[in-house]
């Protein structure tokens, strides 16, 4: 376990994306908190729902540590985030930030061309595509080719999404994104 001085220590850390071209599904969380940047890996936080859920949700044919991230390669998924720069909380980040995030998004899915682009918080993706009645589900915008999701935030901090109800959500994106082959 991590020591709140080691926590403190990652703030502003980078943590590098897990990418590759022509993905499925490119998801793309708020931005990197304080354990996923002490230990390099996307959604750290043991309260964090988004490993359960992309088992559950049936993109992984079982639960997969933070540790074996790099696995979801394999499964054409990758992970992202709208804002670099880790944090305790997203509430830290600025509207200007959430902004600059979008557009750097953009760019990085014009170039690495994933099929979707699910952006888990759709505060964050409302702020950061400028789109401020967006509601989870398929987004009528595109980037490029790839089509857009807003997905549940999966912080253990979102309590009017359950487990259950987040993998029916996930699971509706699964389903879209194998329907397109």
């Not at 022509?22 to 002490?38: Q, S």
């Amino acid at each position: 376990m991590l020591t709140p001085e080691e926590l403190e220590a990652a703030r502003d850390r980078l943590v590098p994306d897990v990418v590759a071209d022509g993905l499925r599904v490119l998801f793309c969380g708020i931005n990197p908190g304080l354990m996923t940047a002490a230990t390099g890996h996307h959604f750290a936080r043991p309260g964090n729902r988004f490993w359960p859920v992309l088992h559950a949700s049936g993109f992984t044919p079982r639960r997969l540590d933070p540790s074996e991230q790099a696995e979801l390669v394999d499964y054409g998924l990758g992970i992202t985030n709208v804002v670099s720069r880790a944090s305790a909380r997203a509430s830290e980040l600025s509207e200007t930030e959430y902004r600059e995030g979008g557009r750097i998004l953009e760019e990085k899915v014009l170039r690495l061309r994933p099929r979707w682009l699910a952006v888990a918080g759709v505060t964050a993706y409302r702020i950061a595509f400028g789109d401020k009645h967006a509601t989870i589900g398929p987004q009528t915008r595109t980037i490029g080719d790839t089509r857009l999701w807003a997905l549940p935030n999966p912080s253990g901090l979102n309590a009017h999404w359950t487990l259950a109800t987040m993998a029916e959500e996930f699971g509706r994106l699964r389903a879209a994104a194998e329907a397109e082959g």
